[in-house]
């Protein structure tokens, strides 16, 4: 009876491990990977810069199969902070066997978090992603310093948000998996690529913005490309 | 005999069990007393229902100035109930070390309707407002982190946040919350008019009333529309434009142009006791407002459709309007004891 109830307990472990999804996000400037503070980058303007700190939101995260068939993992909001490694990685545990072809979320927060109170968890405006004043969640965060910033000590500070039309901030994204991969237990690791982010961004002209409006629109354009699927492994 | 201690045990357990429910009851629910003739509240009370230790805590929070970086600014500190919750004598907020904002203090009641907060409606919802003031540098520059820290270190609010939400746990969700409740319970529709139109026997207008009620009527109701004597919009009401405080309103915050110079209808309950008016407090007797309709508009492309014409008021007009204006002041609402200011001790 016993040895049964152990090998029923192993069977239900093994069951669980296999529906495991881990997506780790690694942050990037043309290949070169971000440390805060320290490495100087160049975009595509010429400007030097380097990165004091980036951090948004994702969420609604689903992986579609290869019937079309989309399976939905969580709604939570996960708050992504360059330097904060146990927050670039996620795990989704309720993964259904099955073969999936590609993965799917938003950067940002759903429209309807932005005007239905006070939030939690990743959500608490303690963490310095809420506008007060404009209410609305900032769905992306960059700083840091640049020569060409005509602002105070050549700060460079992007703050992207806007929740209504029509200056609306969230992005969906598609990403194919290269190879359809069976569930498992799933390791995705995703690149963010910020020379993209800042695509026909020069600091000489414009060295941030803190407002919803069309400036921060075209940098969620941007950001909508910024991400890809670096590797996947399938154990 | 063994059966007879085993059974006696159970008893003593079962005892202890009952005690022990009853000594730590949850909040005690709490119903709003509304008239039957008001539209459905836009708040939701289903995420937060109102309790009495909800109530509470909120209350202690308003009144608390450790709400503010150096602890010398409360909520209450602006918002005075004997003036309807606004900042009696004050045309501009003024907050922490001395420091000023560009806008008058707003009075608070009837909150639950409204969909959106602030002279320019920046702000979305009744549970995030707070956040604004608090944070503010001008107001109570505390930063929101600092602040829950602060309150997690303090004997009573482990206490009374435990009381309203069943944990010690003091989070700006739950702060925020607890003031929204006691936000929620300043309903002010005990005025003289109300007695009118409720046909409360022996309460009538008198005739220099009537005839102001009959004016507002005609030349204000549409925009201080009944029962709450606002519609909630954002209007350019002909204000002239003070280069000195360079306040474009509602603009600032959809960076659209046709919203130039838009401010919140203000209600005209307790207006009488909550002088000073405007965005910018800057009329300190109500008939220099009526003047600034009559005769003293600025009139922009974003002047609002219904006062391009301004609103002519003789004297007799002005004079029975003011006498109706007095019969909105809720003197039930400002004297109510569940609302006044609280000594925080510790």
Same mark, same amino acid.
């Not at chain 1, 799917?104 to 950067?107: D, H, N």
């Given at each position: 009876?016993?040895?049964?109830?152990?090998?029923?307990?192993?069977?239900?472990?093994?069951w669980?491990?296999?529906? &495991?999804l881990?997506?780790?996000?690694?942050?990037?400037?043309?290949?070169?990977?971000v440390v805060?503070?320290k490495?100087n980058?160049?975009n595509?303007?010429?400007d030097t810069f380097?990165?004091?700190?980036?951090?948004?939101? &994702?969420?609604?995260?689903?992986?579609?199969?290869?019937?079309?068939?989309?399976?939905?993992?969580?709604?939570?909001?996960?708050?992504?902070?360059?330097?904060d490694?146990?927050?670039?990685k &996620?795990?989704?545990?309720?993964?259904?066997?099955?073969?999936?072809?590609?993965i799917?979320?938003?950067?940002g927060?759903?429209?309807?978090l932005?005007?239905?109170g006070a939030q939690?968890g990743s959500?608490?405006? $303690?963490?310095?992603?809420?506008?007060?004043w404009?209410?609305?969640?900032i769905?992306?965060?960059?700083?840091?310093?640049?020569?060409?910033?005509?602002?105070?000590?050549?700060?460079?500070?992007f703050?992207?948000?806007?929740?209504?039309?029509p200056?609306?901030?969230?992005?969906?994204?598609?990403?194919?998996?290269?190879?359809?991969?069976?569930?498992?237990?799933?390791?995705?690791?995703?690149?963010?690529? $910020?020379?993209?982010l800042?695509?026909?961004i020069?600091?000489r002209q414009?060295?941030?913005?803190?407002?919803?409006?069309?400036?921060?629109?075209k940098?969620?354009?941007?950001?909508?490309?910024?991400f890809?699927?670096?590797w996947?492994?399938?154990n | 005999?063994?059966?007879?201690?085993?059974?006696?045990?159970?008893? *003593?357990?079962?005892?202890l069990l009952?005690?022990?429910?009853?000594?730590?009851?949850?909040?005690?629910?709490?119903?709003?007393?509304?008239?039957d003739s008001?539209?459905?509240?836009?708040y939701?009370f289903?995420?937060n229902?109102?309790?009495?230790?909800?109530?509470?805590?909120?209350?202690?929070l308003?009144?608390?100035?450790?709400l503010?970086? /150096?602890s010398?600014?409360?909520?209450g500190?602006?918002?005075?109930?004997?003036?309807?919750?606004?900042?009696?004598?004050?045309?501009?907020?003024?907050?922490?070390?001395?420091r000023?904002?560009?806008?008058?203090?707003?009075t608070l009641?009837n909150?639950?309707?409204?969909?959106?907060?602030m002279?320019?409606?920046?702000? =979305?919802?009744?549970?995030?407002?707070?956040?604004?003031?608090?944070? +503010?540098?001008?107001?109570?520059?505390m930063?929101?982190?600092?602040?829950?820290?602060r309150?997690?270190? +303090?004997?009573t609010?482990?206490r009374?946040f435990k009381?309203? *939400?069943g !944990?010690?746990?003091?989070?700006?969700?739950?702060?925020?919350k607890?003031?929204?409740?006691?936000?929620?319970t300043?309903i002010? *529709?005990?005025?003289?008019?109300?007695s009118?139109?409720?046909?409360?026997?022996?309460?009538?207008? !008198?005739?220099?009333?009537?005839?102001?009620?009959?004016?507002f009527q005609?030349?204000?109701?549409?925009?201080?529309?009944?029962p709450f004597?606002?519609?909630f919009?954002?209007? =350019?009401?002909?204000?002239p434009?003070?280069?000195?405080?360079?306040d474009?309103?509602?603009?600032?915050?959809?960076?659209?142009?046709?919203?130039?110079l838009?401010?919140?209808?203000?209600s005209?309950? =307790?207006?009488?006791?909550s002088?000073?008016?405007?965005?910018?407090?800057?009329?300190f007797?109500i008939?220099?407002?009526?003047a600034?309709?009559?005769?003293?508009?600025?009139k922009? +492309? !974003?002047?609002?459709?219904?006062?391009?014409?301004?609103?002519?008021?003789?004297?007799?007009?002005?004079?029975?309007?003011?006498m109706?204006?007095? !019969?909105?002041?809720?003197?039930k *609402?400002?004297?109510n004891? /569940?609302?006044?200011?609280?000594?925080?001790e510790?």
């Open positions: 009876m016993r040895y049964w109830l152990l090998l029923f307990c192993l069977f239900i472990l093994q669980a491990d296999a529906q &495991l881990k997506v780790c996000l690694q942050h990037t400037v043309n290949g070169q990977p805060l503070g490495t980058y160049q595509a303007a010429g380097n990165i004091t700190k980036f951090q948004y939101y &994702l969420s609604n995260f689903s992986l579609t199969d290869s019937s079309g068939k989309i399976v939905k993992l969580s709604s939570e909001c996960f708050l992504i902070k360059e330097g490694e146990a927050s670039k &996620l795990s989704f545990t309720n993964l259904p066997a099955g073969q999936y072809k590609s799917s979320f938003m950067v927060v759903d429209s309807l932005n005007c239905t939690n959500l608490d405006p $303690i963490n310095g992603m809420f506008w007060t404009n209410s609305g969640y769905m992306m965060k960059l700083e840091g310093t640049s020569p060409s910033s005509h602002l105070p000590e050549h700060m460079i500070q703050h992207i948000g806007g929740y209504r039309a200056h609306m901030t969230q992005r969906w994204i598609t990403l194919p998996l290269s190879v359809p991969v069976k569930s498992g237990q799933l390791i995705l690791r995703l690149n963010a690529d $910020i020379a993209i800042l695509n026909g020069s600091f414009s060295a941030g913005f803190m407002t919803p409006g069309t400036a921060a629109d940098i969620a354009d941007n950001y909508q490309h910024m890809s699927v670096g996947h492994n399938n | 005999m063994i059966n007879k201690a085993i059974y006696l045990l159970f008893a *003593f357990c079962l005892w009952i005690i022990g429910k009853a000594g730590k009851p949850g909040p005690e629910y709490y119903t709003l007393k509304l008239p008001l539209p459905k509240p836009v939701d289903s995420k229902p109102l309790t009495k230790e909800g109530i509470a805590l909120g209350r202690y308003f009144y608390d100035p450790k503010s970086k /150096d010398s600014v409360s909520c500190f602006c918002h005075q109930q004997f003036a309807a919750f606004g900042h009696f004598d004050h045309a501009l907020s003024h907050g922490i070390m001395g000023v904002t560009s806008r008058s203090v707003p009641f909150l639950i309707w409204q969909k959106d907060f002279w320019d409606g920046g702000v =979305n919802h009744l549970e995030v407002q707070p956040i604004s003031p608090i944070t +503010n540098e001008d107001e109570m520059g930063d929101l982190k600092e602040l829950i820290t309150l997690q270190g +303090n004997k609010y482990k009374m009381e309203a *939400f !944990t010690e746990e003091v989070t700006s969700q739950r702060m925020l607890a003031l929204s409740q006691f936000m929620a300043m002010s *529709f005990e005025s003289r008019y109300d009118v139109m409720r046909h409360e026997p022996g309460v009538t207008f !008198t005739a220099e009333e009537q005839g102001g009620y009959k004016t005609q030349k204000c109701a549409s925009c201080h529309k009944e004597f606002t519609d919009s954002m209007r =350019n009401n002909g204000l434009y003070l280069p000195s405080m360079n474009i309103g509602r603009m600032k915050i959809t960076n659209n142009t046709a919203d130039y838009k401010f919140k209808v203000p005209l309950r =307790n207006i009488l006791v002088s000073p008016y405007m965005h910018d407090g800057r009329f007797d008939f220099q407002v009526f600034m309709y009559d005769h003293g508009q600025e922009g +492309n !974003t002047i609002d459709p219904l006062l391009k014409n301004g609103i002519p008021l003789s004297e007799k007009e002005q004079r029975q309007l003011y109706f204006l007095n !019969t909105l002041t809720d003197k *609402f400002i004297n004891k /569940d609302l006044k200011e609280i000594m925080i510790d």
